[in-house]
Each structure stands twice: as structure tokens, then as C-alpha cells.
């Protein structure tokens, strides 16, 4: 085990935008780089590109807006329902998959606006 490490995971040199919340390092976890975003707003639609990380209880979402990367990063609460904190700004969110469903979906609260979400996974 290297100086750093966290014994019983396994690290590798995953392309990540971040490190992990919990305890800073780099994990391989299963990741669905080619997913797509659709966020609902009051005032209509956008659809960005993201990248999902679930293992285990933790899941991660990434995304590019402009030039900033943004991170929600929460914690399963039951089977397939998430709660997620916005790691990178000021937000929080929830999701839910049914179990080997592509698809997960849930509400979000950033920076004083709030909506739907729904992610479509895709390698």
C-alpha cells in the first residue's frame, strides 16, 4: 500500500475530474462517461452531457457548464435513492433508479433555482 492510501481500496489512475469526497483519493469505480442530462427548469430544458460514478452506496455526477466543472456527490439512502450535495457551488439534490434501469431522476436545488432532473446512462 503507497503512503496515502486507505486500506481495503483499491486505487487507480482513473481520468476524474475529482478526487473522492470521502476520503480524497482516486477509486475505480464504475463509470458512465457518455451519459446525458436533461434538467428542467421553471422556464424550460437543457440537455448537457455528464459523467455518472456509482459504487456501492456512493454515486457522483459530473458535468462541464461553459468552462466551470460542477460535482454532485451523495450517498444512498435506501436501495436506488440518493442524496446528493453539490460539491463545486452552492446546491443539493436527490435521484432514484429502479434497479438495472438506464435512467435516474430526481428534483435539484442550486443557487436559489430548483427543478427536475433525469440522466440517461450511457458508456
Known amino acids: 500500500m503507497n503512503e496515502g492510501e486507505t486500506p ?6 482513473v481520468d476524474l475530474f475529482f478526487r473522492c469526497p470521502f476520503c480524497r483519493l482516486e477509486h475505480d469505480m464504475p ?5 446525458t ?3 428542467y427548469y421553471d422556464d424550460g430544458l437543457i440537455e448537457e452531457q455528464c459523467v455518472v460514478k456509482i459504487e456501492g452506496s456512493s454515486i ?3 458535468y462541464m ?10 450517498v444512498e439512502q435506501t436501495d436506488g435513492h440518493y442524496k446528493l450535495t453539490a460539491q463545486t457551488h452552492k446546491g ?13 431522476e430526481g428534483w435539484w436545488h442550486e443557487d436559489g433555482r430548483v427543478g427536475m432532473w433525469r440522466i440517461q446512462l450511457d458508456d
Open 8 to 13: 481495503g481500496i483499491r486505487h487507480c489512475k
Open 31 to 35: 463509470v458512465w462517461n457518455n451519459c
Open 37 to 39: 442530462m436533461s434538467s
Open 60 to 62: 457522483i455526477i459530473e
Open 65 to 74: 457548464n461553459g468552462k466551470n466543472r460542477y460535482s454532485f456527490v451523495g
Open 92 to 104: 443539493r439534490a436527490t435521484l432514484h433508479r429502479f434497479p438495472n434501469d438506464q435512467f435516474l
